[in-house]
């Protein structure tokens, strides 16, 4: 039972345009969300979060919304930069965190 | 400050084996959690140590057992590996449970069984 769902396994984008990554998932009792970030060969680090209480966190280029009737949340990456290159996972935490399968995001130079 | 460390990096094993991964939490930290990634996947948790007993497990069978140190430095054995036990092992320390930006992660170890 996948509880978190990224739907879109790998994403390429030009850079200086916005990359959108999405998310859904299907527990209305999860209330923290968060993305991390991973490249190859290094563990994920984490990159931006939101509560349930807000439907927005804003963070320099990135920028998470939540849609909570819809059980979905995006991350809005603008401009995109040819480092953001990697694999994006969102997840949630609840006592322990649980991620989503992960999008490969591909900046083109 | 030195991160989470893990080793070893990349090994590779043969069924029915058994295998010992090992993790040093960050500095300050006396969590540890354990996830196994497979390819293709995301991370999934397979339990967490706190003060060295095991605080809370995944669905993960009895082959996957850990331990935790009186310094938190923590390891991760599985018992009679299977092919489907390749994967990228992670591990993630924080202070108590911590919070999604106060867990560090480790840049795991590969393990193959063959």
């Known amino acids: 039972d996948q509880q978190v769902k990224q739907n879109s396994p790998s994403l390429s984008v030009q850079e200086g345009r916005i990359s959108i990554l999405n998310c859904d998932y299907t527990n209305s009792m999860f209330d923290y969300f968060l993305w991390y970030k991973k490249y190859p060969a290094e563990g994920p680090t984490f990159l931006i979060s939101i509560s349930s209480i807000k439907d927005k966190n804003e963070d320099g280029r990135f920028t998470v919304f939540l849609n909570k009737s819809a059980k979905h949340l995006s991350l809005h990456i603008v401009p995109s930069q040819p480092g953001d290159s990697a694999v994006y996972f969102c997840?949630?935490?609840?006592?322990?965190?649980?991620f989503g399968t992960g999008t490969r995001l591909t900046i083109i130079p | 400050d030195a991160g989470v460390t893990q080793s070893p990096t990349h090994l590779i094993k043969t069924r029915g084996q058994q295998v010992t991964l090992r993790c040093s939490p960050k500095s300050g930290h006396d969590t540890v959690s354990w996830y196994q990634q497979a390819l293709g996947q995301g991370p999934q948790f397979i339990f967490q140590y706190y003060e060295e007993e095991e605080r809370q497990r995944g669905n993960f069978p009895d082959r996957f057992s850990g331990h935790q140190f009186p310094n938190y430095s923590s390891e991760l054995n599985v018992n009679a590996l299977l092919l489907g036990d390749s994967a990228l092992y992670l591990c993630?320390?924080?202070?108590?449970?911590?919070?999604?930006?106060?867990?560090?992660f480790g840049e795991g170890s590969w393990l193959t069984v063959v």
């Open positions: 997840a949630t935490v609840r006592e322990k965190l649980t």
């Open positions: 993630a320390s924080s202070f108590d449970r911590g919070t999604g930006n106060t867990i560090y």
